[in-house]
T-cell receptor, first 113, second 114 residues
């Protein structure tokens, strides 16, 4: 079965705290792709990052970083020094060797000033 | 500018009144898809299309129809909407076989069926 689990339904932090959003996936494919999307209150889906199954190198982009570990089937997302503008729903998604995206149920992040 | 457009962005309608949500992309993408987003359920695929005249059911196709007569357009049709179809709908497109990228998403259509 192909599945993406985001166990954290909602997370609340105070500005400047670091926060990690968890994503665990299931797939039997050896080739697959993982994504994170951000959905701000305005509702649109904003692409953040993609990672293929052959590249376990972690990535950092400004205050964002991603930790991909095939051994634990996880692709966690960390925001360092969170800001109010980071408040959004974040979705993790899996793309197998087809065009279909399988989404997790999302994690709502609230950053308070 | 590369984009996926959806219309309308907001729609309030009554049970049983047929409606169509349009989706258009200007990137010459083969693959197009419709998702619905509901609280606690994430995004679920309704229908998808691999190319012109090729459509197939996703995970939650009941109550919906689609067509793909042109490559750029992929309308979503609700023949007889019901309140349980109240949701946020997203259209998406991508190059078929392009595994590297996710999909380009439209801005969403918020539908309320009373």
């Amino acid at each position: 079965a192909q599945k993406v689990t985001q166990a954290q339904t909602e997370i609340s932090v105070v500005e400047k705290e670091d926060v990690t959003l968890d994503c665990v996936y299931e797939t039997r494919d050896t080739t697959y792709y993982l994504f994170w999307y951000k959905q701000p209150p305005s509702g649109e889906l904003v692409f953040l990052i993609r990672r293929n199954s052959f590249d376990e190198q972690n990535e950092i982009s400004g205050r964002y970083s991603w930790n991909f570990q095939k051994s634990t089937s996880s692709f966690n997302f960390t925001i360092t020094a969170s800001q109010v503008v980071d408040s959004a729903v974040y979705f993790c998604a899996l793309k197998r060797n087809t065009d279909k995206l399988i989404f997790g149920t999302g994690t709502r992040l609230q950053v308070f000033p | 500018e590369a984009q996926v457009t959806q219309n309308p962005r907001y729609l309030i309608t009554v049970t049983g009144k047929k409606l169509t949500v349009t989706c258009s992309q200007n990137m010459n993408h083969e693959y197009m898809s419709w998702y619905r987003q509901d609280p606690g359920l994430g995004l679920r695929q309704i229908y998808y299309s691999m190319n012109v005249e090729v459509t197939d059911k996703g995970d939650v196709p009941e109550g919906y129809k689609v067509s793909r007569k042109e490559k750029r357009n992929f309308p979503l049709i609700l023949e007889s909407p019901s309140p349980n179809q109240t949701s946020l709908y997203f259209c998406a497109s991508s190059l078929s076989g392009d595994r590297l990228y996710g999909q380009y998403f439209g801005p969403g259509t918020r539908l309320t069926v009373t």
